[in-house]
């Protein structure tokens, strides 16, 4: 089958091969064929090394399609049903499950260390345990998410990331008070969504921050007051807050130097959400006097900082009722051997979000 597939971490380009087997059928796994998948920033993050990824990998955790078949003793989908794939499933039964707050479970990571895939005999990783730059993929069961069948591939494969994460962050995390100030710093694909968050709990001022114009364009259209560069933040902060900073900023690139900017942008007293995922080793610096003296609230938002599959039900809902826009968040569609092309508008920031389909 064809996947795409990166052999070295640090290479910028993926090789589109078809000759790759999905690997790892077998009780408790789901086998699907991708119908869609989304192009997210966190898998350049990973190509680049940014994030952790043992490779060679396929990238790729933002998918849809149908599934084609199911191993022992796996009950909530069968063959033909639609699904999501979920790249942090919960299993229900650790410690973090039973508090409440499935998103911070660990089972989903275990297979991350597994081969997802095979080619002449070596194996090829699945980024985050999935990898959807791909034609079928072998999933733990838990990843299989099954969706209505009104809701299109390209809607759901947004569902299984970036919305959910954008939307949760502002929904779930923040759970931001009406009337409420806000800046959203980096406005692709899921700083879009938070901002649509924000319009939903009846935000009164959302200033979206971008260096890309197309994007802060974007960005009014979605439900934003105002949009500005990073250099127009000082006086956008003046304008709306008298100076005094935001109720909520959401920091959505994953970089220390804007996480520290949107610190500087909160209000003593307000709440600073980090969404982004950034390196290891890369430090946000606080003294202890501010923290202390400011009061500011600090809450990074992991996946939406909620239940997913519950996330996920509530986004459809939302959607359905046309509270919520997805179909205007993806501005490129194109095959999987154009995904390089595909990969440098994304680093341009020249796309919201990139529906791949396969």
């Known amino acids: 089958m064809r996947a795409a597939v990166l052999h070295e971490i640090g290479q910028e380009k993926l090789d589109v091969l078809d000759d790759v087997e999905a690997v790892g059928f077998g009780p408790g796994r789901v086998r699907i064929r991708v119908r869609a998948t989304g192009l997210c920033h966190s898998d350049l993050s990973a190509m680049s090394g940014v994030l952790p990824q043992p490779g060679p990998f396929v990238p790729g955790h933002e998918g849809a399609g149908e599934v084609l078949e199911v191993g022992e003793g796996v009950t909530r989908v069968k063959p033909g049903d639609r699904v999501v794939v979920c790249w942090l499933p919960a299993c229900g039964a650790c410690p973090a499950c039973k508090r409440g707050q499935s998103e911070l479970c660990l089972a989903g990571f275990m297979n991350a260390g597994t081969p997802n895939f095979r080619r002449s005999g070596a194996d090829i990783f699945g980024f985050a345990g999935t990898g959807t730059f791909t034609e079928e993929v072998v999933v733990d069961a838990g990843c299989a998410v099954p969706i209505p069948d009104d809701v299109p591939f390209d809607i759901a494969a947004l569902i299984g990331c970036g919305v959910t994460t954008g939307l949760g962050a502002a929904l779930n995390t923040a759970d931001l008070e009406a009337g409420s100030s806000v800046a959203v710093i ?41 949009a500005v560069s990073p250099d127009e933040l000082p006086g956008a902060k003046q304008e709306v807050t008298a100076g005094e900073g935001f109720d909520y900023v959401f920091e959505v690139v994953g970089r220390s130097a804007t996480a520290r900017t949107a610190y500087e942008n909160t209000r003593r007293g307000g709440t600073l959400v980090i969404v982004g995922a950034g390196a290891m080793d890369d430090h946000l610096q606080l003294n202890m006097f501010e923290l202390f003296f400011d009061e500011k609230r600090i809450l990074p938002s992991m996946y939406g900082g909620g239940d997913v599959v519950r996330s996920y039900e509530r986004t459809i809902a939302l959607w359905r009722a046309g509270r919520i826009d997805l179909e205007g968040l993806i501005t490129h569609r194109v095959p999987l051997s154009e995904i390089n092309e595909a990969l440098d508008q994304m680093r341009t920031g020249s796309a919201l979000r990139t529906c791949i389909e396969i």
């Open 186 to 226: 980096g406005c692709g694909g899921v700083g879009i969504s938070a901002i649509q968050g924000a319009r939903l709990k009846g935000a009164a001022e959302i200033v979206a921050v971008d260096p890309v114009e197309s994007r802060r364009e974007a960005a009014l259209r979605f439900g934003a007051t105002k």
